[in-house]
């Protein structure tokens, strides 16, 4: 069975300190690779995704994500976090040719200012 | 353009009563996905529609069902409720189904809260 794994449940960090959330998931075929981000009181939003090309892929608010297909990995980065980030990320891989998504159970990024 | 909505926002059921969420669609979206997130889990998928017709399910009970209408909103039912039922349903569109690749946009969600 497809699964998707966020290895970080929780995790704290300084403004202005680099981030890095991992995401590996199990699926041996062709995948399309998303994070969404879920801030206090606020629906899911998309933050990035990936279904082909580049492997790098550049999402809004300064995120960026690389899909590694050797690994089955779609870590999420961003060079330098601000309090504004404070927000539940979660990693969702939908395989080529279905109709739902998988998601992680999601990573609480907690930013102190 | 208008994004989803859900309603109703908070709900608080008894055991064994039957409920319906509601959705609306983003505008020029014809398939809905329904999902379940229980705190502290990611979502999880019940089912989905493409043009009313129901398009696919993950691993839920018949007592979840569904439905999609001719203006692809969408309802979705929950018959005999149990207290594992109570979780955040959210609601997503987008454009396309039948298997193809499409983005999928999330509605705000309803709270369920069974006693």
């Known amino acids: 069975a497809q699964s998707v794994s966020q290895h970080n449940h929780h995790v704290i960090l300084s403004e202005a300190a680099s981030l890095e959330l991992g995401c590996n998931y199990s699926?041996?075929?062709?995948?399309?690779l998303f994070w969404y981000v879920q801030y206090p009181g606020q629906h899911l939003q998309l933050l990035l995704k990936?279904?082909?090309?580049?492997?790098l892929v550049k999402g809004i608010k300064g995120f960026e994500a690389e899909f590694i297909k050797s690994k089955f990995s779609f870590n999420l980065r961003k060079p330098s976090v601000q309090w504004s980030d404070t927000a539940e990320y979660f990693c969702?891989?939908?395989?080529?040719?279905?109709?739902?998504?998988?998601f992680g159970t999601g990573t609480r990024l907690k930013v102190l200012a | 353009e208008t994004g989803v909505t859900q309603s109703p926002t908070h709900l608080i059921k008894t055991r064994g009563q039957q409920v319906t969420l509601r959705c609306s669609s983003q505008?020029?979206?014809?398939?809905v996905s329904w999902y379940q997130q229980a705190l502290g889990q990611g979502p999880q998928f019940i089912f989905q529609?493409?043009?009313?017709?129901?398009?696919g399910r993950g691993n839920f009970p018949p007592r979840f069902s569904g439905l999609q209408f001719p203006n692809y909103s969408s309802e979705l039912n929950v018959n005999a409720l149990e207290l594992d039922d109570s979780a955040l349903y959210l609601c997503?569109?987008?454009?396309?189904?039948?298997?193809?690749?499409?983005?999928?946009?999330f509605g705000p969600g309803t709270r369920l809260t069974v006693l």
């Open positions: 997503a569109s987008s454009l396309g189904g039948g298997g193809n690749y499409n983005e999928q946009f």
């Open positions: 990936y279904f082909s090309g580049d492997p």
């Open positions: 699926y041996g075929g062709t995948v399309n």
């Open positions: 969702a891989v939908m395989s080529s040719g279905t109709y739902k998504y998988i």
């Open positions: 529609y493409y043009r009313e017709e129901e398009n």
């Open positions: 505008s020029g979206h014809n398939t």
